[in-house]
């Protein structure tokens, strides 16, 4: 579907008073999106990009997920063909802008919210480039890919080398012809030099070793296991979500098959690098034409002017509620469990934030001698109760 589409699919007049707003057209934000329509809210999901699923648009264009289609779906719509079969990055962009549609959800496109604060009325306030929106509530669907990290040793390569990082890059074609150093060892870095290896003569930099995991195991994928063994159901709270959520899982992966089938070799930790020589943590050294920084991303939550932060400033909150009465957050990497960050399995946290939701804002209609502050403690903690 064309940007043209999406921008139709757009409300005839902005809404500025709103019951809810979502911040972010991605799957996340069309998740909650579907428990908001099915409560008959008045909401609006804002997105800065120009279309929907924008983090799925900067995806390379071979990326396949690693979840069969039948674990790929939304709630409300299956997510079509075999369900036995691993949807492509395209595949994944047509699917959300059906969802959109589908749901006629209220997304308005090139809307960046610039700020995000309590308003005098208690209120939120989300300004935007030229308008300024007031909602009861606020969820930030903004997701992990946020900001696209590259180590300060990005500045000592020479100005004549390749890079970018792994959000900017699209196909092997785009890299020169020459010896490519892909930094990063976790899916993305494999993924990428694994494709690059057909054409280009490829090292892998892998700082931190990562448990490899078939993609099948005894005819049935992977997530059939983890479903049927409730891994994916263990909660960050629980004895193996502390232990799984510290580290991260080559799914379909490793260092010994990179090297055997695709001839890739692998390298331990950049520590320097000099002109058009990196060095490694071992000691050894590589000239390089081009480096793909598989970095991965970081948060940016600059526009957000609420005390919802840690001294580090990290994210407080418990299962994406924060101690913000009335403010969420869905789609984080464990945010509760292992599937919080998946297409599959976001409706679980999105249909306990939309309860939330529904309870903070039945307690703002509901007659009481309350204070309006003593009203949205009572909803947080009856929210608290049901985790």
Same mark, same amino acid.
Request: aromatic letters at 10%; charged letters at 30%.
């Given at each position: 579907m064309s940007g043209a589409t999406a921008e139709a699919r757009q409300p005839a007049q902005a809404i500025d008073d709103v019951e809810v707003a979502v911040i972010g057209a991605g799957q996340a934000g069309l998740a909650i999106g579907y428990f908001l329509r099915g409560q008959g809210r008045r909401f609006v999901i804002l997105d800065r990009a120009g279309e929907i699923a924008s983090a799925w648009r900067e995806r $390379?264009?071979? +990326?396949?997920? @690693?979840?069969?289609?039948? %674990? *790929?779906?939304?709630p409300g719509l299956p997510f079509p063909g075999d369900p036995d079969g691993y949807p492509t990055r395209a595949e994944v962009i047509v699917y959300l802008e059906r969802y959109a549609e589908t749901f006629e959800l209220p997304i308005e496109l090139n809307s960046e919210v610039k700020k995000l604060e309590? *308003?005098?009325?208690? =209120? @939120?306030?989300?300004?935007?480039?030229?308008?300024?929106?007031?909602?009861? /509530? #606020?969820? #930030? &669907?903004?997701?992990? @890919? /946020?900001?696209? %990290?590259?180590?300060?040793?990005?500045?000592?390569l020479a100005g004549d080398v390749f890079q970018t990082h792994a959000v900017g890059y699209r196909r092997p074609d785009q890299v020169p012809e020459s010896r490519v150093l892909v930094i990063g060892g976790g899916n993305t870095g494999f993924q990428i030099a694994k494709e690059l290896s057909a054409t280009h003569k490829v090292v892998l930099s892998v700082g931190a070793r990562q448990k490899p995991l078939p993609q099948r195991v005894l005819g049935r994928d992977l @997530? $059939? $296991?983890?479903?049927? &063994? =409730? !891994?994916?159901?263990?909660? #960050?709270? *629980?004895? +193996?979500?502390?232990?799984?959520?510290?580290?991260?899982?080559? !799914?379909? *992966?490793?260092? =010994?098959?990179? =090297?055997?089938? %695709?001839?890739v070799e692998v390298k331990p930790r950049v520590v320097d690098a000099e002109r058009r020589t990196v060095r490694f943590e071992d000691g050894s050294?590589?000239? #390089?034409?081009?480096v793909i920084w598989a970095t991965g991303y970081r948060p940016d939550y600059s526009w957000i002017k609420l005390a919802i932060f840690d001294e580090d400033r990290r994210l407080r909150h418990r299962r994406g509620v924060t101690d913000v009465p009335g403010l969420y957050f869905l789609g984080l990497t464990w945010q509760y469990t292992r599937g919080s960050a998946l297409i599959g399995w976001v409706k679980d946290d999105a249909r306990h934030i939309a309860e939330r939701i529904a309870d903070y804002q039945e307690s703002k209609a509901r007659p009481s001698v309350e204070t309006p502050a003593g009203a949205e403690a009572h909803a947080e903690t009856r929210s608290t109760e049901r985790m």
């Open positions: $390379w264009d071979s +990326l396949t997920l @690693f979840t069969p289609r039948r %674990y *790929s779906a939304l309590r *308003s005098h009325d208690g =209120r @939120f306030s989300l300004e935007l480039e030229k308008r300024t929106i007031t909602a009861d /509530q #606020v969820l #930030v &669907a903004t997701g992990p @890919f /946020q900001t696209p %990290y590259v180590p300060k040793l990005v500045e000592k @997530f $059939w $296991w983890l479903t049927k &063994a =409730r !891994i994916l159901n263990k909660t #960050v709270d *629980s004895r +193996l979500g502390r232990k799984l959520s510290t580290r991260d899982t080559l !799914i379909g *992966s490793s260092p =010994r098959g990179l =090297r055997k089938r %695709y001839g050294e590589l000239e #390089v034409d081009a």
